[in-house]
């Protein structure tokens, strides 16, 4: 790949790429739980995968395939939130090509810890936010896709993603948003990309949120071709 700048500087970049179908992990709505996550075989949810455990590393760094349909994604026992460490998880989530895929993002937030890197989600639709945990009690300040820990978090891609009916939650005075990174000090973020997203419309409003992104402590993004409709 040859790159020129406006000024016109240029650069070259080159790589190889192994294809291996193992690294796939596909699901659809008429998959198993018990099936092995092949094209042929898919698994049926994201639950079917994460096994309620963080820890659980049996199918980490897979790329996760999700066909048309609809999902309600559940990861770990108790919150039912998606918790994903490096080396213990998939770290890219796509739609199958010409499908679409949705899901239901009301019981469970996904959090991306310490030094997760190459996070990649594409040509998925989230519809809603987690407003309730299971055993009672609203939560505050709801976002969907969040990022924390004390290590940097590199190359994060969100491309062809739609988010709709997002709420800021109980409070919704602390940066409620789809994706979401805190101030970090010395942790910071590189080279993370949002285009050609659709986010909206937002849901109900508060007076600070719900955004479609609030990032903090990141250098080095690309915002292109995205589409913003009634959000705050």
Known sequence: VRVTDQEGATTEARWTVTVDSGRFLFLSPDGDAANPGTIDAPMRDVADWYRGDPDDATFADRIVVFRGGDYLPIGQDGNE??????????????????????????????????????????????????????????????????????????????????AEDIAPGALGNDNPAFVWRPSSGSRRGHYWAFVNNHFGPGGPRSGNGPRPVSISCVSYVVYEGNTVVDWH
């Not at 890197?117 to 040509?123: H, I, L, N, R, Y």
């Open 81 to 162: 939130n998606l918790r994903m460490e490096i080396g213990s998880k998939p770290m890219s989530y796509i739609g199958f090509p010409g499908e679409t895929p949705t899901l239901d993002a009301t019981r469970a937030s996904w959090t991306f810890w310490a030094g997760t890197t190459d996070v990649f989600f594409a040509g998925l639709r989230f519809v809603g936010s987690k407003l309730m945990n299971p055993g009672g009690g609203v939560v505050n300040n709801a976002r969907n896709i969040s990022f924390y820990g004390e290590r940097n978090h590199d190359r994060i891609t969100f491309f062809e993603v739609t």
